[in-house]
């Protein structure tokens, strides 16, 4: 039974009024088209459904990155002008030029130095004797390979963990006009067109116009909601109240929106974790997931906000926006190296379907195509 002043500061509204009644986990028939098995229905949901939404959108991965990374793309053809004329007594002055190339591309320099010093050492010990050869030993082999074996292996764990209990609960985090609440309208819309049951949680009640702008999505998505009814309400009163509305309901997955914030405010930053332990104390294990929206035009500067976030809530993965052709794809790289930590989704414009799982191939390639 809520409380009295759950009733007065928060509201919930229901969209789709004529759609099914939410969906019961499936059958042992049904579930076999996720592909994977897994002891317990709860646990074998969520385990299917995180591979599902993988597994179906792997077609999808290149047009979404088709478009983006020119700035990245431009910034690395110079290495093709470096070496068309390259010969032995110029190798020190290219491999400065080299290292350049790829510090401006925001690969970062622990990467950077690691790609140079095997350049030199194979062009002294007599490996490479050609521009040609170098050339290709850059993209082909030193870079592509590099930056492949950081993603598939630091980041390699990209399907969403939901763990066991209804309701998983995923946090959506991050800084102001990163996409945050555009990135769980589309999660929302992805999340249910797999069969699950979502509800959101409008916890940005620092902004104004953010339960609107999420209500919309609610809408779009047909997604019920629960929203502050009054200005100034606690965001951890709003999760936990969603929360448990969520486990009173028999929802599946309850989305977190959150205030957008510098990870350079602390008392903002705190309040997060006053989120996290409100949702903690309704759902034992939760939040199952807490992403964090990055920006993709941002460059090295994501590096320091992925940092903060981490050290105060424990990121658990990251989703990539704002993939046009000013996206700097280095950067990425590097956030991944230096914390370990997967980036598990990736969009680009506002349509519902625009938000794909994502696929380390497909990235290193639209970088080096």
């Known amino acids: 039974m809520a409380s009295p ?9 229901v969209f789709n009024h004529h759609s099914p009644p939410h969906l019961q986990f499936p059958t042992t028939a049904h579930l076999s088209k996720f592909r994977c098995s897994a002891a317990g ?21 290149e047009k979404i990155f088709s478009g983006g990374f020119t700035k990245t793309r431009d910034n690395l053809a110079v290495i093709d002008e470096l070496l068309l004329y390259w010969n032995l007594s110029d190798t020190d002055r290219v491999l400065d030029e080299i290292e350049e190339a790829l510090l401006v591309s925001d690969f970062g320099p622990k990467i950077t ?3 140079v010093e095997s350049l030199r050492d194979d062009i002294y010990a007599g490996k490479l004797k050609s521009g040609t050869e170098i050339k290709a030993s850059v993209v082909n082999d030193a870079l592509k ?9 630091k980041g390699a764990k990209t399907e969403l963990k939901l763990g066991f209990r209804k309701p998983a609960v995923i946090m959506i985090v991050g800084v102001n006009g990163g996409g945050k609440t555009t990135s769980l309208g589309k999660l929302a819309y992805r999340l249910k067109s797999e069969g699950a049951s979502v509800l959101l949680a409008a916890g940005d009640t620092f902004r104004a116009a953010a339960s609107d702008q999420l209500e919309i999505w609610a809408e779009r998505t047909g997604c019920e909601i629960v929203s502050a009814e009054k200005e100034k309400a606690k965001a951890s009163a709003v999760l936990s109240q969603a929360v448990k509305k969520g486990k009173e309901k028999g929802f599946d997955i309850v989305l977190c929106d959150t205030s957008g914030r510098l990870h350079t405010n602390y008392s ?9 332990k409100a949702i903690a104390k309704i759902v034992n294990g939760a939040p199952n997931e807490i992403l964090l929206v990055l920006d993709g035009t941002t460059g090295l500067n994501m590096l320091p906000q992925a940092r903060e976030f981490n050290e105060v809530v424990g990121i658990t993965g990251f989703i990539l926006t704002k993939l046009d052709g000013s996206a700097r794809g280095g950067c990425v790289v590097s956030v991944v190296d230096e914390l370990g930590i997967p980036v598990k989704f990736v969009g680009v414009g506002e349509g519902v379907e625009d938000l794909q799982p994502f696929e380390a191939e497909a990235f290193v390639n639209a970088i080096f195509s």
């Open 5 to 13: 002043l759950s009733h007065k500061l928060l509201t919930t509204t």
């Open 41 to 61: 229905s709860e646990t074998g949901f969520f385990t299917k459904l995180g591979r599902l939404i993988k597994e179906k959108a792997k077609k999808d991965v």
């Open 113 to 115: 130095i690691k790609i």
């Open 145 to 153: 390979k590099s930056v492949l074996d950081i993603l598939t292996t």
């Open 268 to 276: 903002l930053m705190e309040e997060l974790i006053a989120c996290k």
